[in-house]
């Protein structure tokens, strides 16, 4: 951990620049979202540059956030170049923070040629850029100039190990959650999606992306709704959108089956579910779960290194990655025995410290430690 700042001395406000490809519904977006109003709520001074609007772009905006709009129709349009340029002499921060790889690259690229103190977020582990060609090189070639690398898991983390310059260092800072509004969250019946009152109900959330495994996850779909009389939501929104409705659509059980998409009521869902699952092949650390913790949901997971960095026997039903055993696992937890509820309220005790203010408040140390080597003046 970084070292901290003299409590007798004023602290000096920083001034703060996060760069993101978009504000959509993605568990990256909803990490900054969070973090960025809990630095404006800690009296930094935040800025936020984005190219594509999304679910958080109202919450920001009137948070104290200041958000910018890049002006460019992709995530490679040349413009985005230039419109950071003069972004950087227009706000020119104290540091620079980026989320996601395109912005990595072209804001990371530029904050090395203005001198901009530079903290890169780590948000997946090694197996997310197997076969992504700017991602193996472009990003690894740019980012070991980093001034500090902080991911979310040990897998990320272990990515830029040995990786960086300078004397850079990584951290791990765990995913935060918006503990207080979970708790205000009431729990949702299904009739409106179709369903009957009173019916079990399964429930995953995430990202529709190859790491979430989500052949796999459809085929427990189908197996479990063929098993019991559950039905089984899929939320969130992705590239494999049209193959998730279309599988849906072309089994036996699309009436119990419901693909919702982005959903702003997502804590009321997981807290009128009986289980949730993640079936995913990979993860950095996972905001869902973290989530259906807070939520009380009782839990079945797939059995990989992110999982298991902080779920256990005690929190969750640990799987491999097999169908069956997906399946008789969640078969067992709609049943809602003493031991499946006394894990699902472990898992909800063990989240209640991730809390955004004190990330927000481990932020302000990490950036403070890497002014410290430019020599910039900070408490």
């Known amino acids: 951990m970084p070292s901290r700042p003299n409590s007798r001395t004023a602290p000096v406000v920083l001034k703060i620049l996060h760069c993101i490809p978009s504000l959509q519904s993605g568990g990256a977006e909803r990490q900054l979202s969070i973090l960025a109003q809990a630095q404006v709520a800690m009296g930094s001074d935040v800025h936020l540059a984005h190219i594509h609007p999304g679910a ?33 002499d227009q706000t020119q921060p104290d540091i620079l923070h980026t989320w996601l790889p395109q912005m990595d690259i072209a804001a990371g690229g ?35 100039w ?26 791990i800072v765990r995913n935060v959650l918006a503990l207080e509004e979970i708790s205000a969250a009431r729990p949702e019946t299904f009739e409106k999606f179709g369903l009957a009152p ?16 989500l052949d796999l996850l459809l085929q427990v779909a189908i197996d479990v709704c063929a098993q019991s009389n559950a039905g089984f939501l899929i939320c969130g929104n992705g ?34 579910s009986q289980v949730f699952v993640s079936t995913s092949a990979f993860e950095g650390q996972p905001n869902a779960v973290l989530e259906a913790m807070a939520c009380g949901c009782p839990l079945v997971v797939s059995d990989i290194p992110a999982h298991r960095e902080f779920l256990d026997a005690d929190t969750a039903d640990v799987v491999p990655m097999d169908k069956d055993r997906f399946v008789e696992s969640i078969l067992r937890a709609l049943r809602g025995t003493p031991d499946v509820l006394a894990r699902a309220a472990e898992a909800r005790r063990r989240v209640q410290d991730h809390r955004a203010g004190a990330a927000a408040s481990t932020y302000d140390l990490i950036y403070r430690e890497v002014l410290r080597r430019y020599n910039r003046c900070v408490a």
């Open 146 to 171: 980093a001034d500090a690398v902080v991911a979310n898991s040990e897998g990320g983390q272990s990515i830029w190990q040995g990786e960086l310059r300078r004397g850079a260092r990584t951290y």
């Open 56 to 88: 958080h772009l109202s919450s920001l905006s009137t948070s104290g956030v200041q958000v910018h709009r890049i002006n460019a129709r992709t995530n490679h349009d040349p413009r985005v170049l230039g419109e950071l340029v003069s972004l950087f």
């Open 239 to 272: 590239l494999m959108r049209p193959h998730v409705d279309d599988t849906v659509q072309n089994s036996s059980f699309s009436d119990r089956i419901k693909v919702l998409g982005h959903r702003d009521d997502l804590w009321s869902l997981m807290k009128g």
């Open 198 to 213: 009173g019916q079990p109900v399964v429930i995953f959330a995430g990202r529709l992306s190859f790491e979430k495994n």
């Open 110 to 144: 530029l904050a090395l040629l203005k001198r901009i103190p530079w903290v890169l977020a780590e948000r997946s582990c090694a197996d997310a850029y197997s076969t992504r060609f700017r991602d193996r090189l472009a990003r690894r070639y740019i980012g070991q």
